[in-house]
């Protein structure tokens, strides 16, 4: 069985990730979509374990303690991490597993994980960004502008991402995004064969 995709998908709060990530698992049925434990409080609507898996600073130092996590950092004075259990059960299923995580996490995952795909998501402009953020309706203008203050860090740390994809339209970006997973799965496979040819040629000399 060929195993599965790490795909790490970044993007400034409010680019829309959330949506995109929705988009890609109803339509696809390949994908596996990796649920963060964090520890801020759920917003309105969302589920435990479905959102996130909702948890105290103490379960999640816990977690930290007995190496489960793949990754973790705290952002806007709350944790957020990836249970490690989870993402390599299904690699090894043949699932395309994806993170959506932020840049710190993604960094600490391409030094795990070599061959994982960084995909960073943007809307089209600042303003647009901060638009969709006051939209949302979710917090308060400081966290609103926390996030904005943020967004500029994270936009220095770009470039170590294999491709940036711009969401001025959600289906569309759904659609790239799964062409770029299925490119990569092609990648992997033609370099296995490369391997393979040269193991074979080695073994006759």
Not at 60 to 65: G, Y
Not at 90 to 107: C, F, H, S, T
Not at 170 to 193: P, S, V, W
């Amino acid at each position: 069985m060929e195993q599965g995709q790490l795909v790490v998908v970044s993007g400034f709060s409010g680019a829309g990730k959330g949506t995109i990530m929705k988009n890609l698992i109803s339509k696809y049925p390949n994908y596996a979509l990796s649920v963060s434990a964090t520890t801020r409080k759920p917003r309105e609507g969302e589920v435990d374990g479905v959102a996130y898996h909702f948890m105290s600073n103490d379960q999640f130092e816990e977690m930290i303690a007995h190496g489960e996590l793949i990754e973790y950092a705290k952002y806007v004075n709350h944790y957020y991490g990836t249970p490690r259990k989870f993402v390599e059960e299904k690699i090894r299923q043949g699932k395309d597993v994806i993170l959506e995580i932020e840049i710190q996490g993604a960094m600490k995952i391409r030094a795990q994980y070599p061959d994982a795909l960084l995909v960073f998501i943007t809307p089209p402009s600042a303003e647009e960004l901060r638009n969709r953020l006051i939209h949302r309706g979710t917090e308060s203008l400081d966290v609103i502008n926390q996030r904005l203050k943020r967004a500029i860090e994270e936009s220095e740390g770009v470039e170590a991402y294999d491709y940036i994809l711009i969401n001025d339209d959600i289906d569309t970006c759904t659609e790239k995004l799964h062409n770029l997973i299925r490119a990569a799965h092609q990648r992997t496979a033609m370099h296995m064969d490369i391997i393979e040819s040269i193991r074979e040629d080695l073994r006759r000399i």
